[in-house]
């Protein structure tokens, strides 16, 4: 089993940055890919990043690529992402699985798949104002 519980998310100017966390507890943390997924209003989730949970592998894809970057401290069981240049089209829920199936050595077609994510979180709130 694998907890997870999203912070840092809150109200932020177009153009502005924020820096979103998932800190994670339980057995199989930090042997588990970590995935950061948004889901707009009426829209189906999206892929935003995901890292292994060794080696400096990460994977970015979505309307955010670019824009923003993952990292993963396993000492402290945390993921966070770092997202800059903010715009509108990013207000949504963000949420981080973990998926314990996801080898290091698989390639990032398995990181963008939301079903191979096992737990979630609940999921924090970005809102970025014009």
């Known amino acids: 089993q694998v907890q997870l519980v999203e912070s840092g998310g809150g109200l932020v100017q177009a153009g502005g940055s924020l820096r979103i966390s998932c800190v994670g507890s339980?057995?199989?943390?930090?042997?588990?890919?970590i995935g950061w997924f948004r889901q707009a209003p009426g829209k189906e989730r999206e892929f935003v990043a995901a890292?292994?949970?060794?080696?400096?592998?990460?994977f970015y894809g979505g309307s955010m690529e670019g824009r923003v970057t993952i990292s993963r401290d396993n000492k402290k069981n945390t993921v966070d992402v770092q997202m800059n240049n903010l715009k509108p089209e990013d207000t949504a829920v963000y949420y981080c699985?973990?998926?314990?199936?996801?080898?290091?050595?698989?390639?990032?077609?398995?990181?963008?798949?939301?079903?191979?994510?096992?737990?979630w979180g609940q999921g924090t709130q970005v809102t970025v104002s014009t």
């Open positions: 699985g973990a998926a314990p199936s996801i080898s290091p050595y698989n390639d990032g077609g398995y990181y963008l798949d939301e079903t191979a994510y096992e737990f």
């Open positions: 339980g057995r199989s943390f930090d042997r588990s890919a």
């Open positions: 890292i292994a949970w060794i080696g400096d592998s990460a």
